[in-house]
């Protein structure tokens, strides 16, 4: 990890850019090895999507979204897998698109998973009345 995003270059601090921001220096960063984000809390649980039901997709665009949100203020947010499954357009247990469920987050937020559970089921029709209409923060 560390030879692949630093170079000796980084070895010595070095103006940057002196010609538009004088004085702006870069300054060497130690990079670890490795990195265990498990070790830092910004990974979510391991979940299983059950047999019945191919949402695979909406577990990936869940997990992108709670990656975001970890970056952005260091607490990993718990999503509702069923409710991306359910209100995302075109999809459902049969599949769907990753990119589309991550648009309906970055519009609409998203529930709590422990609000609206994923439940594996073939239905497509939401179980909770307004659950889609509703905005939700991530």
């Given at each position: 990890?560390?030879?692949?995003y630093?170079?000796?270059?980084?070895?010595?601090?070095?103006?940057?850019?002196?010609?538009?921001?004088?004085?702006?220096?870069?300054?060497?960063?130690?990079?670890?090895?490795?990195?265990?984000w498990?070790?830092?809390?910004?990974?979510?649980?391991?979940?299983?999507?059950?047999?019945?039901?191919?949402?695979?997709?909406?577990?990936?665009?869940?997990?992108?979204?709670?990656?975001?949100?970890?970056?952005?203020?260091?607490?990993?947010?718990?999503?509702?897998?069923?409710?991306?499954?359910?209100?995302?357009?075109?999809?459902?247990?049969?599949?769907?698109?990753?990119?589309?469920?991550?648009k309906?987050?970055?519009?609409?937020?998203?529930?709590?998973?422990?609000?609206?559970?994923?439940?594996?089921?073939?239905?497509?029709?939401?179980?909770?009345?307004?659950?889609?209409?509703?905005?939700?923060?991530?």
């Amino acid at each position: 990890l560390k030879a692949k995003y630093t170079s000796s270059y980084l070895d010595e601090a070095k103006p940057v850019g002196s010609e538009l921001t004088p004085g702006v220096r870069v300054e060497a960063v130690t990079v670890p090895d490795s990195l265990d984000w498990g070790d830092k809390g910004g990974i979510s649980l391991i979940q299983d999507q059950g047999t019945n039901c191919v949402a695979g997709w909406a577990f990936a665009s869940v997990a992108a979204a709670e990656t975001m949100t970890y970056l952005g203020n260091r607490t990993i947010g718990f999503f509702s897998e069923e409710y991306v499954l359910e209100c995302t357009s075109g999809g459902s247990c049969k599949g769907g698109d990753l990119l589309a469920g991550m648009k309906l987050m970055l519009k609409n937020g998203a529930p709590p998973r422990l609000l609206y559970p994923y439940t594996a089921d073939s239905s497509t029709t939401p179980k909770t009345s307004g659950i889609c209409d509703k905005t939700w923060n991530l």
